[in-house]
């Protein structure tokens, strides 16, 4: 077999991701294959099979070594968190430089420094911070290489933390640590507060000088902060960290501790640990229609004695003593799943239906179950990890809820060989190479540009269509996506929560996290945004971040050669584009504000789009929230009063342009019954009050105050204008469009994938 009988002859582009990222040298498909199954026939089926595949540091890696090759096989890291003090500080940026250089990417918790303005024994008197040193640990990461790429970061601080709001914002300025990703931890207290709207909090103990720093937070006001946030950056993440500690096989081991997240957060890990992973490519197992779960049985039983003979044959590769240690006294392994939303299409299921959440965890069920079967036998022949303490481990709420009696049993009888054995990663690059969806995600979208350079020299665009999409529509004669089945679900149309009810299914059987990214439409809220990390705390996940269509950090991954120009050339440029008659698109960063009100025969939700940079009203809504009510004629209006204002009006304008219009019998009957209606005679007077409400609540009491404010931001903060049309994520390399997908941005185009 060669690759082009492996991926396809017209995967052109997973050809070149096995050429660019995984074979060495000139060796030969036969010879990359010999080499990554360390001479294993089962592993080497598999692999050939399409039925199992490591991760991408073992696929590039592994056999180097014999070259003199000094590069790890395993992904990622989480550092021992930095004690309170200098040395240690920069001790964690030695060792994230170290593990940079072999090839590592790091997750570091900087929850134990101390906070701004903590009293120190030195000059400085007091500190500036546990923030302060995100730069330092941001500026390693930038500086040292791994073939052509960055090392992956992930900073993560506890929400009790006295500077969690000054953490919550740091990535909103654009100069400072682009290079980490960065998650806070909260736990079940925190929540709790944040839904019954009470205050918390927040408490630091300074052991060498006594000090103790507590500060008192709105828990409703901090989360929603974390939500705007994410609604522009994508960032913070957020840690579910009670989850965390309590579902996985140590959870009633109190000599362990976890000590952060790898970068994309799909492995939380104790100081030192390492993620060591391989995917079990699930479309692979549909036969003639039907999921062959014996199959799956066989083949995670393999897959999970390949994970552990690549984990001894690179306990020497690994960059640092504590890492050696550790993964030697506790054998964590992440075996993941790759291919759900393909392998959903191919059985006809609805992905995020009830139908396909059952099967969905009659899979992941059978593949916890058999991994933990075969870390058994394996322990049965080689023996426990070290640190296993078998009057903890079988006292573990998830090993008492996934095992079966049969396992339990040998459990109970030989051990288990490895302290944690599944995880799902983001699966980015592997996935495209061998084009199918990545890890639990619905596939990005269905089809995608690629772009090609023609005889004479200019760029030619075209569409291609996903491997399991093009054959369904040229088996049943279809010539456009539109005409697919309602089981072809993509990330652009699929229901979020729906997301999350299939992400808690799945990690109702994984004992580590899965790598989440949900992605939402452009005019999603932040008050929506706010209520899907809710619903995922309560759906038991561990961790999940949001990325937004047309967020602000799409600005900061597209690639523009173009010299940037000045707020006041930005603005001038603006006021020429848009000329008279013409509507003025909607700013990027609008927020939409959702506001009830009654009128006279119903309720009504008014959602404000208001633009932070602009400091002024964008666009606005009207739903139907009850019965009655003119319905359509309320939405036309308005649509009418966002015309107004994207024509360059003001309140004052449409204030003119309803004066005169007589009451709405409707109101006078409801105020007559002391019904409380909102302010208004009319729904457009009773919408326009509204809109004034939220102007003085802004501090925008008049259009000319507005305008003079808008005026002096410009100013004294030189921000550019936001672009007119909206952004597409585009790839460093070859400037096409990325996808994201699993906390991976991956271009379609040419390969590149960002945090795999």
Known sequence: MDIKKWLGDENKLGIDIW???????????????????????????????????????????????????????????????????????????????????????????????????????????????????????????DIIGQKGRRGALMIS????????????????????????????????????????????????????????????????????????????????????????????????????????????????????????????????????????????????????????????????????????ESVKNWRQIGLGVLGVGDLLIKLGLKYGSDESLEFCDRVAKTIIDSALKASAMLAKEEGSFPKYRAEKILKSPFLLENASPETLELIKKYGLRNSQLLTIAPTGSIGTMLEMSTGIEPNFAFSYTRKTESLHGEDVYYKVFIPIVKRYMEENALKDEDELPDYFITAQNLNPYNRIKMQSVWQKRIDASISSTINLVNKVSVEEVKQLYIEAWKSGLKGMTVYRAGCDREGILTVDTKKAKSAEEALKDKMETIGRGVLKPIAQDTIYYPYKMRIGCGKLKVMIGYSPSERAIQDLYVIRSGTGGCEKNIQAVAIYMSGILRLGGNLFMLEDAIDGVSGCTSFAVARSKNLDVSQGSTCPSAILNILKKFEKNMGLSGHTEAIQLMDKEEKNEQKMVEELEKRKINCPECGSELEVTGGCYSCRNCGYSKCE
């Open 19 to 141: 050429e660019k990222k995984y074979k060495y040298d000139g060796e030969t498909f036969e010879t990359w294959l010999n080499r990554v199954s360390g001479g294993d026939k089962e592993l080497k089926e598999m692999i050939e099979n399409k039925e199992f595949i490591f991760a991408g540091r073992i696929l590039s890696n592994r056999g180097l070594a014999k070259l003199g090759r000094k590069i790890t096989y395993s992904n990622c890291y989480v550092v021992t968190p930095p004690e309170d003090n200098l040395e240690s500080i920069f001790d964690t940026a030695k060792k994230l430089a170290r593990t940079y250089s072999y090839g590592g990417g790091c997750g570091v918790d900087i929850s134990k420094l101390r906070p701004r303005g903590a009293e120190v024994n030195n000059s400085a008197k007091y500190t500036t911070g546990s923030i302060s040193f995100m730069d330092l640990y941001n500026m390693t990461t």
């Open 157 to 324: 601080i506890d929400v009790n933390h006295p500077d969690i709001e000054e953490f919550i914002k740091i990535k909103s300025d654009l100069t400072r640590v682009q290079k980490a990703n960065i998650s806070v931890r909260v736990d079940e207290n925190f929540m709790k507060a944040v839904i019954e709207n009470k205050t918390y909090e927040t408490t630091f103990n300074v052991i060498d000088t006594g000090e103790i720093i507590k500060k008192s937070v709105d828990a409703n006001r901090l989360f929603t902060e974390l939500a705007v946030q994410n609604w522009r950056f994508a960032e913070p993440g957020i840690l579910f960290w009670d989850r965390i500690s309590k579902w996985n096989l140590l959870s009633e081991d109190d000599e362990f501790e976890y000590g952060g997240t790898n970068p994309c957060a799909e492995e939380p890990l104790p100081a030192g640990g390492s993620c060591l992973l391989g995917s079990l490519i699930l479309p692979t197992f549909v036969e003639n229609g039907e999921f062959c779960f014996e199959r799956l049985k066989k083949v995670v039983k393999k897959a999970v004695k390949a994970l552990n003979d690549v984990l001894d044959e690179g306990l020497p590769l690994h960059p640092l003593e504590e890492q050696r």
